[in-house]
């Protein structure tokens, strides 16, 4: 089992076929160690065989998958059709990916607390949850969950669920955290990006590590990948985050229709 916390990961929604691979061995060839993907995403066996092609042991590669919302009934089934494709027999952390209805969550809690009874996975956690239906699944596991997986970035600074997180001793995990690319265009980060000799890229994703949260760019060409994760070596500074704290805090880019009603 891998031991390193999985601080820097790579998203790989809407990376498919071919780039997906090699976006996946490239990441991995360059030290990252955590490839985020979900049922959804369609792209699993991609995933799975960039892996494989990487030549690195499975040990010290964590992986994130999700399962769908309307698969809460056989998750034990999905979790099973995941791992065929990602060529595994074990996934580190398997999510909820947007939530439905506490019934839904507390069957679909249960079959994750089994399988990881049962060592198909190593973790598990919710996605896109509100405060109080993180709360509910939190009770109802007695504190096992391992993450929440939401959006989160400088224009959407989460500091309620992060204090939850905080007061509950857990992770979250910050999607989008380059607001889906729109953040790079955030002329307000310029000089930030300039003070430090880095990319705009490379300040978001700063921003997060220092939030303690685990961050999951999705990024499909070597040179940004390899500039994604040269942003662990960057330290913003108490002026850059009262900076930070000025920016506009409501910018909300994944809002689908089946989403919940947000707490802010
Ligand atoms: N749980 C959920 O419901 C949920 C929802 C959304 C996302 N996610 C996860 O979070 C991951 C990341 O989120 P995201 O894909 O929405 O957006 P993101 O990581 O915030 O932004 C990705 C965009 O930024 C570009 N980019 C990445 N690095 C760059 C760099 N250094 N310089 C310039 N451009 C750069 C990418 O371009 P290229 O790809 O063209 O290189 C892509 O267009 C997803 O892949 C997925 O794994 C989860």
Redo the contacts with the bound molecule.
Sequence with gaps: MMTTFPSL???????TGQQCIA?VQSALSLWYTHI???KV?GNETEVGQGIQRSNITREKIWI?T?VWMAEYGRVKESCEESLQKLQTDYIDLL?L??PTSLEEHEQALDSLMKLQEQGKIRQFGV??FTLAQLQHAWEYTNGKLFTQ???Y?LALRQEAMKQFADSHHFVL????????????KEARLLPLAEKHQA????I?IAWLLHQGAIV??????E???A??FAAQQLKLDEKDLQMIATLPNNHR??NPPFAPQWDD
Excluded: M
């Excluded at 995990?173 to 790079?184: C, I």
């Excluded at 990319?199 to 490379?202: D, F, K, N, R, T």
């Design positions: 990961g790579l998203g790989t929604r809407e990376l976006a985020d993907t979900a995403y994130t999700k999510l990916h947007r996605s896109n997986q939401i959006e970035h995990t910050a999607y989008s955290p380059l607001g889906h690319g729109h953040l790079l990319s705009v890229a490379q978001c999951i760019p999705k990024a499909s060409t040179a940004r990948l500039e994604n880019y994944f």
